[in-house]
């Protein structure tokens, strides 16, 4: 992924009005962002953590898509598995996030989910530059082209989810 700009990040949100897209809360390190280990920027809000943000490169241009991620689990702690990388996390390391789908059919209140890192963080556990613990990344036989593609896939069926 390349370098965002901050009009790129909130011009490519398609769940949202314009006005939210202009008051939400961007990454503080913006510039920072290891762009090149990245497919998504994916941030959770700084000043909201019920509030998490994810923006793709795909065929379309840039997708962004505002998430509310669900209120943790206080149950028995176990390793969840996130849908996206395929990364397990233990306790609250993965969550269950929604979007209201773009379009008329978000006004109605419609919405669609998937279980995601909690950090939103895909990409860098995929390269190992963000360690999720023992047993967080199993061995594959996948390059780790052929990891990120799939990735990539599985971003692209949410998307396609949220904008359908």
């Known amino acids: ?7 790129d990040i909130r011009a490519s949100f398609v769940n949202c ?14 510039a920072g962002q290891p762009w090149d280990d990245l497919d998504f920027l994916g ?17 379309d241009g840039l ?11 206080t149950g ?7 849908s996206l990388c395929l990364t397990s996390h233990p306790g609250g390391g993965v969550t269950l ?16 989910g998937g279980y995601f890192c909690a950090d939103l963080a895909c990409s860098l556990y995929l390269r190992g ?5 023992p ?12 990891v990120v593609e799939r990735t990539g896939a599985k971003l692209a069926g949410f998307l396609g989810r949220v904008t359908g």
């Open 76 to 82: 028995q702690p176990r390793r969840t598995m996130c």
């Open 97 to 112: 996030m929604t979007a209201r789908k773009a379009g008329r059919s978000g006004q109605q209140g419609n919405s669609v």
């Open 1 to 7: 992924m390349g370098p965002l700009t901050e009009n």
């Open 129 to 133: 530059k963000k360690d999720a613990g």
């Open 135 to 146: 047993g967080g990344r199993l061995h594959e036989s996948l390059t780790l082209e052929e």
């Open 17 to 30: 009005t314009k006005g939210e897209a202009k008051r939400l809360n961007l990454p503080a390190d913006l």
């Open 63 to 73: 997708v962004g898509v505002a998430l509310r991620p669900a209120t943790p689990h």
């Open 43 to 59: 941030w959770r809000d700084p000043a909201s953590p019920q509030r998490a943000y994810l923006v793709a490169e795909t065929a």
